[in-house]
Nanobody
Framework: QVQLVESGGKLVQVGGSLRLSCAASGRTVSSYAMGWFRQAPGKEREFVATIGWNGVSTYYADSVKGRFTISRDNAKNTVYLQMNSLKPEDTAVYYC?????????????????WGQGTQVTVSS
C-alpha cells in the first residue's frame, strides 16, 4: 500500500506561484509514475501533469503547459508541482496520484493510489 499526503496549497494572488509537495509512504514509489490531478467545484477531476519513474518523461495538460512543472525526488519519495503564473481557473483541490506503471498517463483510471488533496485558491 502507498499513502500519499499533499501539502502546499493556499490562497494566492493572480500571477503568483506555489509549489505543491506530495510525500509518499508505505513503500518506495521510485519505480512508479506519479501524477497530479485537480478538481474544481461542480467539475470532474482532471489531469494536470504526470512524471515517469525516473523523472525524465513528463506530460502536461494543455491548460498548464509552460506554467507548471512536475518533478520528483526519489531519494525523498516525494513529488512536486511548481505552479507559476497562476490564474483564477487554476482554483481547485489538487490531488497527487501514484500509478504502478513506469510511465504515467493522463487518465484517472490508470492511477492506483490517491492523496486526500490540497486546496489551491487563486484570487483576483
Amino acid at each position: 500500500q502507498v499513502q500519499l499526503v499533499e501539502s502546499g496549497g493556499k490562497l494566492v494572488q493572480v500571477g503568483g506561484s506555489l509549489r505543491l509537495s506530495c510525500a509518499a509512504s508505505g513503500r518506495t514509489v521510485s519505480s512508479y509514475a506519479m501524477g497530479w490531478f485537480r478538481q474544481a467545484p461542480g467539475k470532474e477531476r482532471e489531469f494536470v501533469a504526470t512524471i515517469g519513474w525516473n523523472g525524465v518523461s513528463t506530460y502536461y495538460a494543455d491548460s498548464v503547459k509552460g506554467r507548471f512543472t512536475i518533478s520528483r525526488d526519489n531519494a525523498k519519495n516525494t513529488v512536486y508541482l511548481q505552479m507559476n503564473s497562476l490564474k483564477p481557473e487554476d482554483t481547485a483541490v489538487y490531488y497527487c496520484a501514484c500509478s504502478t506503471l513506469l510511465i504515467g498517463a493522463p487518465s484517472v483510471s490508470t492511477y492506483n493510489y490517491w492523496g486526500q488533496g490540497t486546496q489551491v485558491t487563486v484570487s483576483s
